[in-house]
């Protein structure tokens, strides 16, 4: 298995500028985590699915942000408009209910100017 | 509610010397602790869980119950050691979700 996939590694914009993520978990997981990594704040939990469906996204800073899971296998986080103070990293993880935790992905590592 | 706090940002040592980077957590119930490490700009990684009580890369925890604590301890750090390390705390009713710290950054000079 390659793990869990994300793409684009690096993804540079202009402020107002449509972001998306996106993510493939490991084949068989049936959960999926979005987290950002920023200095100031260490990981955040921005949202989770379960079977494909959303449980929590209380982390989701703004309206900007959404995220979906059309299917088990592909997950998409979106930022629109983004904005500087979006700029992170943002990782994927994926898991089984009674996993050893999580596999994160490399992440993204998003700048927005 | 649960929570896991590391107590130190930071936290610096020489090559050779033990090391301890502190995890407390606050959760009524019986939870599953581990720590996760990054290396400087990779993936998060698994490093321990308390259940299977192992040892890796020289690294222990144990769960202290009494003390709410899953302290992560090394007896001789390696410069290699170097990371952000994370402790995280997942509940026993709650399967999936894992709560993390807000991570310590271990430096070890040569």
């Known amino acids: 298995d390659a793990g869990v996939i994300q793409s684009p590694r690096h993804e540079v914009t202009e402020m107002g500028q449509e972001v998306t993520l996106r993510c493939k978990p490991i084949s068989g997981h049936d959960y999926l985590f979005w987290y950002r990594q920023t200095m100031m704040r260490g990981l955040e939990l921005l949202i989770y699915?379960?079977?494909?469906?959303?449980?929590?996204d209380s982390g989701m800073p703004e309206d900007r942000f959404s995220a979906k899971m059309p299917n088990a296998s592909f997950s998409t986080l979106k930022i629109q408009p983004s904005e500087p103070r979006d700029s992170a990293v943002y990782f994927c993880a994926s898991s089984l209910v009674t996993g050893t935790g999580y596999t994160f992905g490399s992440g993204t590592r998003l700048t927005v100017v | 509610a649960q929570r896991v706090t590391q107590p130190e940002k930071l936290l610096s040592v020489f090559k050779g010397a033990p090391v301890e980077l502190k995890c407390n957590y606050s959760y009524s119930g019986s939870p599953e602790l581990f720590w996760y490490v990054q290396y400087s700009r990779q993936r998060l990684q698994l490093l321990l869980r308390h259940i299977s009580r192992e040892s890796i890369k020289g690294f222990t925890a144990d769960l202290n119950k009494g003390e709410t604590s899953f302290h992560l301890k090394k007896p001789f750090a390696q410069e290699e050691d170097s990371a952000m390390y994370y402790c995280?705390?997942?509940?026993?009713?709650?399967?999936?979700?894992?709560?993390f710290g807000r991570g310590t950054q271990l430096t070890v000079w040569p």
């Open positions: 699915f379960n079977n494909n469906v959303p449980i929590d």
């Open positions: 995280a705390l997942r509940r026993g009713s709650t399967l999936g979700r894992l709560y």
